[in-house]
């Protein structure tokens, strides 16, 4: 146990700036750009809250399961994230070859799920969402 819970120390502190929003916020950044940042650290804190409770949260928990205390410290998160157009991720919890997978989506500006702009954790999505929010 003592292990475990060091290795969610030594975990949270060095993922800890890419949970802080002032670290990764740039006023340079496009909405899409912004999303995109946000998307990777929550995928970040979706890692600490496994290393905290040794699973990860079910697609019916969501992300909502970050707002409450784990087993070894309290909240990962004090609120719930929004993308830059106000609307709540997407989470969602695969099987991929016998793994699990974690999928985090922003609808992107149309606010439809499965269109060109929707945005994850890849930098192509970012880019496809520029180019959806240009025309």
């Keep these: 146990m003592k292990v475990l819970c060091g290795t969610v120390m030594v975990f949270c502190l060095f993922f800890g700036a890419s949970l802080n929003a002032a670290d990764t916020y740039d006023p340079n950044d496009s909405p899409c750009e912004a999303t995109q940042k946000t998307i990777q650290s929550l995928h970040n804190a979706v890692q600490i809250w496994f290393l905290q409770n040794r699973r990860y949260p079910t697609t019916q928990e969501g992300l909502k399961a970050l707002l409450k205390p784990g087993q070894m410290m309290g909240p990962i998160m004090q609120k719930s994230p929004k993308d830059a157009w106000g609307n709540e991720f997407i989470y969602e919890l695969k099987k991929v ?21 929707d945005i994850s954790k890849t930098h192509k999505d970012a880019k496809a969402c520029l180019s959806a929010s240009k025309d």
């Design 97 to 117: 070859a016998n793994k699990p997978k974690v999928v985090i989506l922003s609808k992107g500006p149309d606010r439809k799920l499965k269109t060109a702009d």
